[in-house]
Each structure stands twice: as C-alpha cells, then as structure tokens.
C-alpha cells in the first residue's frame, strides 16, 4: 500500500492491519541498517508504535462487527486511524528522543508532544519513528547530521535533499505513508523534489509552531511529504487551525475541503506569473529547464494564461533570507549551553569553559558557521543594522507579492536549479549549498504557500527527479493542492516510486 486512499479501503477492508504496516517498516528499517549502503532515514523506530496500531485494529475491528455505517462513522471521526507516519527529529514525540541530528541534544527525550504530532495522533495516525535531518534543520542535503547522511532512494549515491531528507527518503523509499517535516527557506520541498514525491509548505502560521525546535522562528514552518496530493491534503486538515500555545497560528479557511479533494478544473480563469528573475538565473540545469518548459505548456493546453513577470527584488532574496534566518538562529540556539539545555561537557574550569566546551564539541561545522555569522549580524559593530535591512527587503518582497496575487493566481517556477547532487559533492562547499534555495527562500520570506510536483526525471543513466512548484497566496492551500492533483492525474509516473 502506497496512499493514504488505498491503505485505509485495506484497513476497512480486513485485508491489512496497522500492526502489520508497522512491522513491515520496523522490519525494513533494521534490513536497511544492515545493509551496505543504509538509506540512514529513519533514525529510530518508535518503540510503542507496535501497541498503538494494535489498538487501532481493535477500534477498527470492533466497528466493522457493528456493520459498514460503524465503521464509516469511526473514520469520518479518525480519518488517519492506523495509519503509520515519520517524524522529523526537531519535532516533539512525548516520551520519544529529540535530537534534532545533533550531538548536544544526543539522550534529550520530550516531555509534550508538538501540536502537530498531537492532532494527527487525534485522527488516528500513528507516530512511526523519528527521521533524520541536518543538524538543527541547518543544511540542504542531510549531509550535516550528526548520525549520517541519508541517501536519496531511487539512487543511493546521492543526496536526499534537506534538510528534511530523511522524511522525503521514508516517504520516497516506501518506509512510511506520509511524513512531516519544517522548512525555514525550502526544506520540505527541496527533498521532495529531489525524491520524487509531493511536499508542501503552508501559510505561516497554518500549521502550529508548538513543540517544534526553533531555527528561524520568523520562517519556520511543519509541512508535509506524501506520494499523491490527497495524502498531503488529508493531514493537512486534521492538523490545521488556531493552537493556544502559538500566538502566530491561524485557521485555514478552507480546511474542510481537503478531506475530499478534488481536481482543479477551471483552467480557463487561471492566470499564472512567471518571474523574469528565475528565468534568467545561472546554474539552472538543462533538464530542469526542459521539465520547467514542458510544466508550462501543461497549463497553456489547459487554457491558462501565462505571463512573465519583472519582480527585481527576488534578486534579493536569498541574501535577505540569509541574514534573518542565521540571526534568529544564533538567538535561537543560545539556549543550548549545557545549562539550560543540551549535553553538559563539563571540565571544571568554571562556566565560561563548560559553555565553550559544550558548544564546541556538541555543534557540527555547519551550526558553529551559521551561529558565528548570525552573532556577526547582530553585533553591536552593525548595531542590528544589517537584520534591519534584511527585514526591509522581506517586507517588500511580502508587499509585492501580495500585489502579485491580486492580479494572478500561482505563481510557477522550479522548485530547485538542478536535480539532486552525489553525496559529497558541495558538502565542503557552503555558498553552493546554500544556493540549492535560490527559488524556494522567497516563498519563507512572503509566508505564502508552495506546492513541489514531480514533473520528470533528468536525462542520462541516473534519472534523478525533477521537481515543480506551484506558489499562491496566503490562505490559498486547497487551490494549490486541487491544482496538484488535476498534474497528478495527467502525469502519473512522473515521480518515482521504490517499490
């Protein structure tokens, strides 16, 4: 089973158990780790997933004895019951480690749940196990983990994408039916595409921030990977809304559509932009450019309009993303000093030592660089200057956006310049790296929601994916999704599925 949609008709059914599902993926977790080349997805099998979907199947098995409207009505109050999901490891799991990939939180258990987790698990889902990710969310290809980089699944010489890559990988290589992940400037989609699967962004503030560790608070996000469409929208809607413990969350208007998707059809009134800006970017790859051109004439044979649009500020866009995210990072993980938080490394030296050495020796290479040049931003040097100018740019991008929706519906564009990369290849080279975001950034800074689509695979011997996305305006999840589905009905096979 590879759907939300054919798992739960199998679930109803008697065909499968959950206690099943979860045993295929402990089963295929433990067969990876013994393997030669590991996936490295998931970093732990939740030990009390096997008992809860065993519950599961009794309230399942208990409703089906009643008759068909028992069991209906018990899914229409848990639309997910049963149903195994991946965690990424900088999202709460009660009970359950939270490491977020890095070593000075190795042994740190959560005490709560994250709103996210606590919500789906009131749908029924069931919390796998924990994903690996780039320490601290910091990195585009979950090379920067603390235990390992994961592999991409449909090649396993390369990367996954990050930094949720070990939930794309578990979505990807069929280890679990959905996922979630956080995104800061791209790190739901660019896994996505690079794995050949759906994964969204929401509006800021849709999905609550509550039990999620903090990178970037002013761009984080939860999203979500699935296979189709429906499998992103349907825990989407069980998750969604206003939660007491988050001042910025917000309620999705359209909430309640997502539980029955459907296809977008009026293509006719759909008016598209396509920025200049993306156009002319160097380092788009050919393949990329090709899948881009044919995802364009998709929508022109569907009868939308088209038009490239002149926006010169996202030029700015990876710079102003840049200086706020490292300078809400270094603010953000000051917390973790071996005092209030994190693995104490303690030489007794006194404090200033004990905080110098447990910072040092519990941060990878890639935090340590983000923490300095964020600390460097906020110096009293440049007094705040140069965040301040990075919020001016990110208020203007959000205004022109803003302005941008008035008069078109999506914007279309890649999702990443080139499919996914070898292991390796840009690891020691960050500003490369951090260039995997150049068509992601803009979408965290303007708080609106994005949308990756498989929409190919590149030529030669590896046939990595490629990947599409489609961006809206706030509030506007459920066109972006009904629109994704109308791409998935046309072009089923254009991601690839390890089955």
């Not at 059914?13 to 993926?25: D, E, F, P």
């Not at 349907?234 to 359209?254: E, I, K, N, R």
Request: hydrophobic share 35%.
């Amino acid at each position: 089973m590879y759907t939300i949609e054919e798992t739960v008709k199998a679930l109803k059914s008697g065909q499968i158990t959950s206690a099943q599902l979860v045993k295929k993926s402990v089963e295929t977790f433990e067969a990876d780790k013994a393997s030669e080349k590991p996936l490295n997805a998931f970093l732990e099998i939740y030990a009390d997933a096997l008992s809860k979907a065993e519950a599961a199947d009794k309230e399942i098995a208990e409703a089906r004895e009643k008759g068909e409207t028992a069991l209906d009505s018990l899914f229409q109050e848990k639309p997910l019951l049963g149903l195994p999901f991946a965690n990424k490891d900088n999202i709460s799991c009660k009970g359950h480690k939270l490491t977020c990939g890095s070593k000075i939180l190795e042994g740190y258990v959560a005490p709560y749940s994250a709103t996210v987790i606590d919500r789906l698990e009131k749908a029924g889902a069931i919390p796998l196990g924990r994903c690996n990710q780039d320490e601290f969310a910091m990195g585009s290809s979950t090379e920067y983990s603390s235990y390992g980089a994961t592999r991409n699944p449909i090649n396993r010489e390369y990367v996954s994408g990050g930094s949720s890559g070990g939930s794309a990988a578990a979505v990807s290589g069929n280890q679990a039916l959905f996922s979630l992940g956080t995104e800061t400037g791209g790190s739901v989609r660019l896994p996505a595409s690079y794995c050949g699967i759906y994964g969204l962004k929401p509006t800021y503030g849709v999905l609550s921030r509550w039990g999620v560790v903090a990178y970037g608070s002013s761009l984080d996000q939860v999203g979500i990977m699935g296979h189709t469409p429906d499998d992103i929208a349907l825990p989407l809607s069980c998750m969604a809304g206003v939660d007491f413990y988050d001042d910025t969350s917000a309620d999705l208007p359209d909430a309640a559509s997502l539980k029955n998707l459907s296809p977008y059809t009026d293509f006719a009134s759909l008016k598209i932009a396509i920025p200049k800006q993306f156009l002319e970017t160097k380092g788009l790859d050919s393949d990329v450019k090709a899948a881009f051109d044919s995802t364009r004439a998709w929508f022109e044979s569907k009868g939308a309009k088209i038009d490239e649009v002149d926006l010169p500020v996202l030029d700015a866009s990876i710079a102003s993303y840049y200086v706020i995210a490292l300078s809400e990072a270094a603010s953000n993980l000051s917390r973790f000093d071996g005092i209030r938080y994190g693995r104490r490394v303690d030489n007794e030296k006194g404090y200033d030592e004990l905080y110098v050495d447990t910072r040092s020796e519990g941060f990878g290479p890639e935090v340590k660089r983000r923490i300095v040049i964020g600390n460097y931003v906020l110096s009293e040097q440049f007094s705040g200057d140069t965040y301040k100018k990075g919020m001016t740019v990110r208020a203007r991008i959000q205004r022109e956006m803003a302005k941008l929706f008035e008069s078109y519906d999506i914007v279309l564009c890649p999702t990443c310049p080139t499919p996914a990369f070898k292991l390796g290849q840009k690891v020691d080279d960050p500003l490369e790296m951090y260039l995997s975001d150049m068509y992601t950034v803009f979408v965290n800074l303007a708080r609106i929601p994005s949308i990756n689509v498989p929409a190919g695979k590149a030529s030669g011997t590896d046939n990595m994916p490629i990947g599409m996305q489609f961006a809206g305006p706030m509030f506007s999840e459920a066109k972006l999704l009904s629109l994704a589905k109308a791409w998935e009905e046309d072009h089923k096979g254009c991601g690839i599925q390890v089955k």
